[in-house]
């Protein structure tokens, strides 16, 4: 079996970075159930205690990497403006403000992380609820992006009845890369959720286990599209 595309995989950043994705949802995943087996199986629990502590290890080093995509994002935001290349006005509006909570979802946790790495004198919980804020915003704005889309392309299907077979199957082809958008930001979106304070939705109500399922289904989904050429450049936490 040829490991030539894993390779060509972790040689680009966002690559790599998606593949350290899998990794730490997968980790938690699978150390989350192994944590909850029998007291008595001492050393399945040592186990899962321990991919808990590397996929904590592996958020943190995406933390840091995250410190050095501020300028990526932007160029991306400049690149798509005010989406003048959108035919929709309501896919560029939602479009332009995901942008807007994206870009500032960056310094926020930079803010946060160093003040977790005392290298600024303020409390970082407020700065990490405003990143996890701005981060589920961005989430819900893209799923009413890939619903509005979706709705447009279902339309754009009914009335191409009589179109080529490569025309319609074009279409479908978006509306498939549109759904699975949909899937991964709802997956994201209800660990958003959980990091929020108590009392809101289901905040802290997620065993690890389910944290890291939701966090892997939305990995697989990424590294799916991105060997399709889906990427949108940029990246999620």
């Known amino acids: 079996m040829s490991v030539e595309p894993l390779v060509q995989l972790l040689e680009s950043y966002r690559g790599r970075d998606k593949v350290i994705r899998t990794a730490c949802y997968g980790s ?24 808990l502590l590397f996929s904590a290890q592996l958020s943190h080093c995406r933390t840091v990497l995250r410190l050095f995509d501020d300028l990526s994002m932007l160029a991306y935001s ?14 560029r ?6 942008n807007v909570a994206d870009q500032l979802y960056y310094p926020c946790e930079h803010i946060a992380w160093a003040a977790d790495a005392e290298l600024i004198k ?3 919980d407020k700065w990490w609820l405003l990143s996890t804020v701005l981060w589920g915003t961005s989430l819900l704005l893209g799923i009413l992006r890939s619903l509005r889309v979706l709705l447009l392309l279902k339309k754009k299907l009914q009335s191409d009845e009589d179109g080529g077979g490569n025309s319609r199957s074009h279409i479908r082809r978006q ?5 699975l958008s949909v899937l991964s930001n709802v ?8 990091w929020m304070p108590p009392g809101f939705l289901w905040s802290g109500r997620f065993p690890n286990w ?4 939701m966090g892997t289904i939305s990995s697989l989904i990424g590294l799916m ?3 399709a050429g889906d990427s949108d450049g940029t990246d999620s936490p």
Request: aromatic share 2%; glycine share 14%; proline share 0%.
């Open 175 to 179: 509306m498939r890369k549109e759904v």
């Open 78 to 91: 400049h690149s798509y403006g005010l989406g003048g290349g959108e035919e929709d006005a309501g896919v």
């Open 28 to 51: 938690q995943l699978v150390g989350g159930l192994l944590s909850r087996k029998a007291e008595t199986d001492v050393s399945s629990r040592r186990l899962g205690k321990r991919l």
């Open 93 to 98: 509006f939602v479009s332009v403000l995901s």
């Open 210 to 213: 389910l944290v890291g399922l």
């Open 122 to 124: 303020v409390k970082s």
């Open 187 to 194: 997956a994201d979106l209800s660990n958003a959720i959980h």
């Open 225 to 227: 599209q991105m060997n």
